[in-house]
């Protein structure tokens, strides 16, 4: 068996929705260099629907495969949906990780989801704490 699925492969090689948006509504940054993957994400909002998302990935292929992977299934879907995107969701739709990879998912996740933290922060719009990461205060590739 491969240590990658061909989605993988495919997200790696050929990645969807790479980029910068300027004057972005929402912008979450996570991951840490001593752990070698950054990632980036761009969010373009209307009527509380994610209109356009980008991002920017330093790091591996399941890195970069995650992230595309991940703003493929937030793309065009309410706020809420983002919101409750799932590490587990973007490595199933990946059709697996290999478990030494499984923080790529959990990056993307949480990148997302600063982003969101931004637009509700920019926007003055109150939310629950507890559902966004506490990026400041993690030990994610603190080791």
Do not use: Q, W
């Amino acid at each position: 068996m491969a240590l990658y699925s061909e989605v993988v492969m495919d997200h790696f090689m050929h990645p969807r929705n790479v980029g910068v948006i300027e004057n972005a509504d929402g912008v979450g940054t996570v991951g840490n260099a001593k752990c070698g993957d950054i990632m980036k994400i761009y969010l373009k909002i209307e009527n509380d629907i994610i209109a356009d998302v980008k991002f920017e990935t330093f790091g591996c292929g399941s890195a970069i495969a995650s992230s595309s992977m991940a703003t493929e299934m937030i793309k065009g879907k309410p706020i809420e949906d983002a919101l409750k995107l799932t590490n587990a969701a973007v490595a199933e739709a990946l059709d697996g990780l290999p478990a030494h990879k499984m923080h790529c998912s959990v990056l993307a996740e949480e990148a997302i989801k600063s982003a969101l933290k931004d637009y509700y922060d920019k926007n003055g719009i109150a939310y629950d704490h507890s559902i966004f990461p506490d990026c400041e205060n993690c030990d994610h590739c603190h080791e």
